[in-house]
């Protein structure tokens, strides 16, 4: 009963905003004003402004609510785009040069140590530097990296579909470098560049760099609908790629159909638009399988996959890896232009430690204390952080994305915690427009020590603070 007046509340306001009942730009009724107005719950009237946002009909604006969006919808005939939905070009904003130099992107409490070390990693590491020859020492190795593990990521990078060998494989200094180079194979400067979003702050950074353009759309993880919006989005702009985030994207954690799998990677196909997916959190999921990649879906060479043994392994390794499909050729080139080449006995010690089947049980585990750890955050949030409007349920991952109220601007909320050394991650440094800046990214890789939840606590002060100079 519940997803059926969610769907009746979402059609009534979608019908008054496309028929002009409700101007662009006039605000919202707030969540208090529709529950008490449509008699619905607060989850349902959640629901039904969360949907009209991902389909760009409302926005929220942070201390202020939700206003109608200065645009109308797609029109599914003529393929026409609402005004507004250009491509823009990037300029971040030194918060996220902050948060880097603190190396705080997935802890709140930066610098509190863990007990987990990786023995067995640190033993293969050790072995392979103990054994590393004259000549490895005075000579780079093979610019598509070393045979040994790239024909071990193949054997990896199977588990989520499709038939590959090492020879298709160029190793990278981790997933950013993959996505440069990804992207400079398929964009020059000045081309546009289609992201979904929210979306991992590091392509917009790489985007800026190299001169490109970028136009969102909402995620394809959240909602089928968002598919048509892609479509309008490749008809009007013949964008030179689209970059995605399909199986447990930050900072949702959410995953994206199997069936939209499938039709994004056709889509792209028949526009001439060339896919670079980012599988990061690919093996990080919490269900009984490996979701498949888009890579797995593609027949032609259109999908360019990029990852890294980061988020699974150590992010000390510095060791990613991209599959270009057609592009080989061109991201051979760019790794050299780029790289040169990356430490043998670093990429030695890796592969050692898969050929050992060390990397499956270590990820295994972390995948079970990961999940564990999903509820427990939720319950923490819920307990702690005042004016939660939602909170996402991630399939994998090591995120979730935390919506507040729309008067709560988070970054001033992280710029007041600063002086604390506690540390979030604004949602607007997950939108090349800063759209989200009502959200935070909450990772729960960490353990919730007792430091932790004080911290949590502390950031549930500082938004109750935040919000009294609003009132």
Not at 279 to 287: K, N, S, V
Not at 313 to 331: F, Q, V
Request: hydrophobic content about 40%; charged content about 20%; aromatic content about 8%.
């Amino acid at each position: 009963m519940a997803t059926f007046i969610y769907h009746e509340i979402e059609k009534a306001l979608r019908d008054e905003i496309l028929s002009g009942q409700r101007a662009p730009g006039s605000k919202m009724p707030s969540i208090r004003e529709l529950c008490k107005d449509r008699s619905v719950s607060k989850s349902t009237a959640i629901k039904a402004y969360q949907q009209l946002e991902s389909e760009l009909l409302i926005e929220s604006r942070p201390r202020s609510g939700y206003y109608v969006c200065r645009k109308t919808e797609v029109d599914k005939t003529s393929g026409a785009l609402p005004s507004g939905h250009d491509p823009v070009f990037v300029n971040f904003d030194e918060v996220l040069v902050d948060i880097m130099d603190r190396g705080a992107p997935f802890d709140i409490l930066p610098g509190v140590p863990r007990a987990d070390d990786n023995d067995e990693l640190k033993r293969c590491m050790a072995r392979a530097f103990r054994q590393q020859t004259s000549y490895e020492a005075m000579y780079y190795d093979d610019p598509d990296g070393l045979p040994a593990l790239r024909r071990e990521i193949a054997r990896h990078v199977q588990r989520g579909g499709g038939n590959l060998s090492q020879d298709d494989i160029v190793v990278t200094n981790g997933c950013q470098h993959a996505l440069m180079i990804a992207l400079m194979a398929t964009a020059k400067a000045g081309d546009t560049v289609v992201v979904e979003a929210p979306a991992f702050y590091g392509v917009f950074q790489a985007i800026e760099a190299l001169g490109l353009r970028c136009i969102e759309v909402p995620s394809l993880a959240e909602c089928d609908s968002n598919l048509g919006l892609l479509e309008a989005t490749l008809n009007r702009w013949q964008p030179a790629a689209f970059v995605c985030f399909p199986n447990f994207a930050t900072p949702t954690g959410s995953i994206m159909p199997e069936a939209t799998k499938a039709a994004t990677v056709a889509l792209c196909h028949n526009h001439g638009v060339a896919i670079i997916e980012d599988d990061i959190y690919g093996e990080l999921y919490f269900g009984l399988s490996r979701p498949r990649t888009l890579y797995s879906y593609c027949d032609n060479g259109n999908v360019l996959l990029c990852s890294s043994f980061s988020k699974s392994l150590s992010r000390d390794l510095r060791i990613g890896w991209l599959i270009p499909g057609k592009h080989i050729n061109a991201a051979r080139r760019l790794k050299i232009a780029s790289s040169i080449s990356i430490s043998q006995s670093v990429q030695k010690g890796i592969a050692q430690y898969m050929i050992e089947g060390h990397l499956q049980r270590w990820v295994g585990e972390k995948r079970s204390e990961l999940s564990q750890r999903v509820a427990e955050t939720q319950m923490l949030i819920a307990n702690t952080l005042p004016t939660v409007a939602s909170v996402s349920t991630p399939a994998g991952g090591l995120s979730l994305w935390v919506e507040f109220d729309p008067s709560v601007d988070t970054l001033m909320l992280y710029k007041r915690l600063r002086g604390s050394d506690i540390s979030i991650t604004p949602g607007g440094l997950f939108s090349v427009k800063q759209r989200f800046g009502h959200c935070i990214r909450l990772s729960f890789e960490h353990p919730w020590t007792a430091d932790r939840i004080n911290a949590l606590r502390a950031i549930g002060a500082e938004i109750t603070a935040l919000s009294a100079t609003t009132d």
